[in-house]
């Protein structure tokens, strides 16, 4: 069974662009969250989507942004990028999103902002 | 204000030997506890996980043990083996991650010694 893919693996951009992150779930799994790593903030949710509608979002700025399409299929968008948001980017989805289903990770989009 | 803390940054111990890692939190409306592995440039691997409504959870070397009195838990791998050196993440959340939101440790690095 396929794992979590996230395309691409690495991303290199400049200050004030934008950038499109894709996350294809497990086949059969419907919820799909986001999460930013940084070595000094540690793991920190985005934002969770299921059936194509966003259910929660985590505290980051409106620059952060999500979707999800009708395949389960998945994008993040993060708009005028800062050198702050240099970071792994990891997409996780489960099944249906339900109570206790742990999430799988796919291995993360390394984005990095000169 | 961290709500789920790994206070030990590193772990080492001896091929054989028995890992502890542990993890506290602050928020008593967690009800979903659970541990990942990450290896370097690799996502997070789910290894196990705990219900709110049990104390223990088992499933081959790794067993998670929870003290809701004490808002902690552990992991324990026996006996351990160098492929288990990595980095392992303590997770938590509410109504059983069904909002699809995991609050994550910054991490304990796990040594195994052959």
């Known amino acids: 069974k396929a794992g979590v893919t996230q395309t691409p693996r690495y991303l290199i951009k400049t200050r004030g662009q934008q950038v499109t992150l894709s996350c294809s779930p497990i086949s059969g799994h419907r919820s799909v969250s986001w999460y930013q790593q940084t070595p000094g903030q540690g793991l920190q949710f985005l934002f969770e989507y299921f059936s194509e509608t966003q259910r929660n979002k985590g505290n980051f700025p409106g620059r952060f942004s999500g979707r999800q399409f009708s395949n389960s299929r998945s994008e993040m968008n993060v708009s005028t990028l800062e050198l702050g948001d240099s970071a792994l980017y990891l997409c996780a989805s489960s099944p249906r999103g339900g109570s206790n289903q742990p999430q799988h990770f796919g291995d993360g989009t390394r984005l990095s902002i000169l | ?114």
């Open chain 2, 1 to 114: 204000d961290q709500q789920v803390k790994q206070n030990s940054p590193s772990l080492s111990v001896q091929e054989g030997r028995i890992s502890i890692l542990n993890c506290d939190y602050t928020n008593s409306m967690f009800d979903y506890f659970l541990w990942y592995k990450k290896y370097p440039a690799e996502g997070p691997t789910f290894l196990i996980s705990i219900s709110s409504i049990k104390d223990k959870n088992e499933d081959g070397r790794f067993t998670v043990f929870l003290n809701k009195s004490a808002k902690h838990l552990s992991l324990h791998i026996v006996p351990s083996q160098p492929g288990d050196s990595a980095v392992y993440f303590c997770a938590a959340s509410v109504n059983g991650g069904s909002q699809g939101n995991l609050i994550f440790g910054k991490g304990t690095k796990l040594s195994v010694k052959p």
